[in-house]
């Protein structure tokens, strides 16, 4: 779900990529990483089917893509802690449709 990459560069960047991201959440971890002095590097919507299909803007029918959003910050704390926001949110997701489900 989640890659980390912390490339030796002039800016001392450390990256995260978060994979498969939900569309709906997309605006709020974009406020939450800004809030934490992150910065939204890339969104890339890749088709499940044709690994070669790459947009970086969101298409005209977005289903059949799977959305990856690439974080930046000088800070790894601050990524780590917007990375344990989104797994929270993620899992609260997880568990109120379980809820619905039953």
Not at 32 to 50: A, F
Not at 56 to 72: A, K, L, M, Q, R
Request: aromatic share 14%; glycine share 0%.
């Amino acid at each position: 779900m989640l890659i980390e990459r912390i490339p030796d560069n002039a800016d001392n960047l450390a990256y995260m990529e978060f994979k498969n991201v939900i569309k709906e959440t997309i605006p709020w971890l974009e406020e939450i990483s800004s809030e934490y002095k992150c910065k939204i590097e890339k969104k890339e919507w890749k088709s499940k089917y044709n690994h070669y299909v790459v947009y970086d803007y969101e298409p005209f029918c977005s289903d059949g893509f799977e959305i990856n959003v690439t974080v930046s910050s000088k800070e790894v704390e601050f990524l780590n802690f917007v990375r344990y926001l989104y797994e929270m949110k993620i899992q609260t997701i997880n568990h109120l449709n379980n809820c619905i489900l039953i």
